[in-house]
C-alpha cells in the first residue's frame, strides 16, 4: 500500500487480557517508531526500531509493553495483562534512511479501550 | 529533557484569514523539526521538515520558520480554509548520539469558520 497501514483499527478488551497491535510500514522504510496519544495528551514515544534491532526502548512504560520487527517490514507491539491506563491511540510511524533526516509518515492508529 | 510548547492550545478565525501558530522547544540542540496535521480520528500527516540548518520550508500556502537559537518555530498559514480545520503538532528530533524519536508538543486545534 501507498501509507502505513495499522490494524485493527478499534480494539476493546477486557482488564487483564493481552493485545497485539500490528503496524505495516511504507515498503522500503527502513526505520520504525511507535507512539501513544493519551485523551488531551501528546504523543508519547514508546520504541524506535532501525530494521528488526531496536536502539531505543526507553518509552517502554513498562515490562508489560513488548514490541518486535521482522526485518524491515511489520512490527507487532504487545500489551500483556492490559489495565485501564493503557487505553489510547497507539500510533505507528516510518521513515526511509537512517540520518533521520527523512520525515515520519504516521498511520491511522488503533484505538486500544481497556475495559 | 527536551519540552516542547504549544500556543495558542486551540484557535479560532474566520475563513481567509492569515494565522501564525507557535511551537517552542527548551533543547536548542535539535536536527531538525517537523509540522504535522491531525485530524480527528486520523494518523499524523507531515506538512513541512526543517533541518536545524535552514531558517524556513515553505509548501503551498504554508511557511514554517525555525529560529533555533532562540527555541521557536512558527507555523504561517496563509488565506486560511475551513478544510485547514485540523489539531497542528509540532515535533522536534534532537541533535547527537542514535536517539531518533521525536518529541511532541500538545498541539494546536485550529478552527476555520466559513
Known amino acids: 500500500g501507498a501509507g502505513v497501514s495499522q490494524s485493527p483499527s478499534n480494539k476493546v478488551t477486557e482488564k487483564g487480557k493481552d493485545v497485539e497491535l500490528r503496524c505495516d510500514p511504507i515498503?522500503?522504510?527502513?526505520?520504525l517508531y511507535w507512539y501513544r496519544q493519551s485523551l488531551g495528551q501528546g504523543l508519547e514515544f514508546l520504541i524506535y526500531f532501525q530494521g528488526n534491532s531496536a536502539p531505543d526502548k526507553s518509552g517502554l512504560p513498562s515490562d508489560r509493553f513488548s514490541a518486535e520487527r521482522t526485518g524491515e517490514s511489520v512490527s507487532t507491539l504487545t500489551i500483556q495483562r492490559t489495565q485501564q491506563e493503557d487505553s489510547a491511540v497507539y500510533l505507528c510511524a516510518s521513515s526511509f534512511g537512517v540520518r533521520g533526516n527523512s520525515p515520519l509518515h504516521f498511520g491511522n492508529g488503533t484505538r486500544l479501550t481497556v475495559t | 529533557k527536551q519540552e516542547v510548547t504549544q500556543i495558542p492550545a486551540a484557535l479560532s478565525v474566520p475563513e481567509g484569514e492569515n494565522l501564525v501558530l507557535n511551537c517552542s522547544f527548551t533543547?536548542?540542540?535539535?536536527?531538525?523539526l517537523q509540522w504535522f496535521r491531525q485530524d480527528p480520528g486520523k494518523g499524523l500527516t507531515s506538512l513541512l521538515l526543517i533541518q536545524s540548518s535552514q531558517r524556513e520550508q515553505t509548501s503551498g500556502r504554508l511557511n514554517a520558520s525555525l529560529d533555533k537559537s532562540s527555541g521557536r518555530s512558527t507555523l504561517y498559514i496563509a488565506a486560511s480554509q475551513p478544510g485547514d480545520s485540523a489539531t497542528y503538532l509540532c515535533?522536534?528530533?534532537?541533535?547527537?548520539?542514535?536517539?531518533?524519536?521525536?518529541?511532541f508538543g500538545s498541539g494546536t486545534q485550529l478552527t476555520v469558520l466559513p
Open positions: 515498503s522500503g522504510h527502513t526505520a
Open positions: 533543547d536548542s540542540a535539535i536536527y531538525n
Open positions: 515535533a522536534v528530533r534532537r541533535g547527537g548520539g542514535s536517539a531518533r524519536q521525536l518529541t
